[in-house]
Structure formats: structure tokens, C-alpha cells
């Protein structure tokens, strides 16, 4: 299971770019999406709708009162760093949502307490 210390080691790091998604990116996607599914089952949160992309992807966070979230992560090749320190989060009414409330950005070790905040207003 990945913590949180194995993404960090990608901080500063240059992808690979090209018309297929790099080896260097699927290994980092799946680090960082397992590393999500950790955290929502601490809170006892599931982690729904993972769409993977080129060099970027999206999921939703659901609670056990069936509210969601969205969250995304921007092309790691164009923004570096921004999947760690500006992750957008914003309520969702269900995990085919992807338009759902107002923009929110987060860090990644503040996912958790941003998250929770925002159920509240789902």
C-alpha cells in the first residue's frame, strides 16, 4: 500500500510525455490512487468512478451517507507538483457528477480534513 512519503519522492519529478501514457506515470497513477483508497478506508469512505487519463486523473470520494466528491488532478507534465499541492475537490451529487458545486483546491496531506468539510455541503 502506498504512503504517502512514496508520492512525495515524485515531487520536482519530470515525467515522460508522448502519445502513450509512460510507464513512470502508470506506476505513480496507480501509487497515488491506491494511496487515495487507503485514506477513504481509514474514514471509512469508499473511492468510486476512477477515471484514468493520459497524465492526469479523476475519481469521487463517497461517504457512508451517500454523499460525493470529485476530485482531479492536473496533467502532471504541464503542472508540476500541483497533484500534490493544488488537487481540485468540489461536492458532487452522484459519482457521474463531474460539473457538482464550486471549485475547491487542497493539498494532498490536507485532502483528508478538506474532504471532510465538504461532505457537509453535499
Known sequence: MAKLKDL??????????GCYTGEDYKTFQTK???????????????LVNVGRNHY????????????YLYISISDVRFWQNEWYNRILIRTAKSEKDYH???NNHTTLPELIEKAKYLFHFA
Not at 512525495?8 to 519530470?14: A, G, I, R, S
Not at 492526469?56 to 454523499?67: R, W
Open 8 to 17: 512525495e519522492k515524485y515531487l520536482n519529478y519530470e515525467f515522460s510525455t
Open 32 to 46: 497515488y490512487i491506491n494511496y487515495l483508497r487507503s485514506l477513504c478506508k481509514e474514514q471509512g469512505w469508499q
Open 56 to 67: 492526469c486523473f479523476s475519481a469521487f470520494l463517497q461517504n457512508n451517507e451517500n454523499k
Open 100 to 102: 457538482g458545486g464550486g
